[in-house]
């Protein structure tokens, strides 16, 4: 299946290639497109360990100039010290401007590696082959690029979109669980800020998708990637209605930030969406039964048990977030589960509330 992504603004569109065993299509696929640029595969230890050396060897089969770079997993990896080390690769592999970075891995592969294809030569091209579950649905779409800063997440990026996306299907299977509980985070968040009827459909058959029952999974991941991909399309720099899928992230961010990121985007994005929707009551926008069917849906993906932050660390690692204007911070909130909005009219006791409750 192949949906196409279009950037009005920058008069660009892409394709993203959705299948299973694509890995083994797609040397074929660049040969016959660009026979004679250099390639660059931008991987991690794990993703390494699974898939890049038969992939590695047929794009060598295809006769295309190919190389690779593998960096440490984890978010601590999305930093201006690998960002470095990446831009001295690239120059002792003799990278031009017609160079094509591949970026073969989950979300933290994609970010860093848009990134430095973004600035290298002041911008050369990349494509996407995300392998989990969370990047399939979210991050390898949109043009997002970023690395971190100590003091917050992505507070240095550039929107560069790839040249494709290719999304396989079968690259989920040595996920563990745990990874595709974290992805499911971003289905879900899709499903509340914009679509109730998606949203019973992950819970009517979410224990067959944690299961990676084929049909379910692929319909959940494609439904998904349609709501990003007329959101992006809407608002690719995040003006307006882009900013509706940071559903959860403005607090996830903070606790991210708090722990160092030894909790995952998953969990800590998780709890960002019940503080959302806890907030979301609290200000009476939803009622009691939504918040219920919410915080049970998500309590299904994943335990709540994750280390808490006092209220006052919480506030002033939000009023670091890069989405602030001013002095006021967006925050995305419900009226109701499939109708998310936008606001920065928070009253700070009614945040500090929330944010004590949780403790």
């Known amino acids: 299946m192949e949906l196409t992504i279009n950037i009005t603004e920058k008069r660009k569109s892409y394709p993203l290639i959705i299948g299973k065993e694509l890995l ?14 250099k390639y660059i595969l931008v991987t991690d230890t794990n993703v390494d360990k699974y898939h890049t050396e038969k992939f590695f060897r047929l794009m060598k089969d295809e006769c295309l100039k190919t190389e690779k770079i593998v960096i440490p997993p984890g978010e601590q990896t999305k930093s201006i010290v690998t960002y470095n080390k990446l831009i ?17 891995g ?11 294809a973004s600035t290298y030569m002041r911008s050369i091209r990349f494509i996407q082959i ?42 989920l299977n040595t996920l563990p669980e745990d990874e595709i509980r974290n992805g499911l985070v971003e289905l879900v968040k899709h499903a509340i800020i914009k679509d109730k009827n998606f949203f019973y ?49 403005t607090f996830g961010h903070a606790i991210e930030s708090l722990s160092n990121y030894q909790v995952s985007h998953g969990k ?39 280390k808490k932050f006092p209220a006052s660390n919480m506030i002033n690692e939000i009023k670091k977030d890069k989405k602030r204007l001013n002095t006021k911070q ?9 109708k998310a909005f936008i606001t920065s009219e928070i009253q700070e006791d009614k945040l500090h509330k929330v944010l004590e409750e949780w403790l």
Not at 282 to 294: D, V
Not at 330 to 335: G, R, S, T
Request: proline share 3%; no cysteine.
């Open 130 to 171: 995300p392998t989990t579950l969370l990047s399939q649905v979210d991050s390898s779409i949109g043009g997002k690029t970023g690395i971190n800063l100590p003091q917050g997440k992505n507070l240095i990026g550039s929107f560069h979109h790839p040249e494709k996306v290719f999304i396989d299907l079968n690259t």
């Open 201 to 249: 459909y992950l819970r009517d058959n979410l224990k067959k998708i944690i299961n990676k029952k084929e049909e379910f999974l692929e319909t959940a991941i494609i439904y998904s990637l349609n709501i990003k991909k007329e959101i992006v399309e809407k608002d690719e720099k995040e003006k307006d209605i882009r900013k509706l899928l940071n559903y959860g992230h």
């Open 88 to 104: 001295q690769e690239l120059i002792s592999l003799e990278a031009d401007r017609k160079s094509i970075l591949i970026a073969f």
């Open 24 to 37: 083994n299509d797609i040397p074929s696929l660049l040969k016959k497109e660009e026979p004679d640029v």
């Open 106 to 116: 989950g979300g933290v592969i994609g970010d860093i590696t848009g990134f430095t």
């Open 268 to 306: 800590a994005v998780r709890a960002g969406m019940v503080l959302a929707a806890n907030l979301s009551k609290e200000l009476g926008l939803i009622k009691s039964e939504e918040l219920k069917e919410h915080n049970n849906l998500l309590n299904g993906i994943m335990p709540k048990n994750i």
């Open 330 to 338: 967006n925050f995305v909130l419900l009226k109701g589960i499939g």
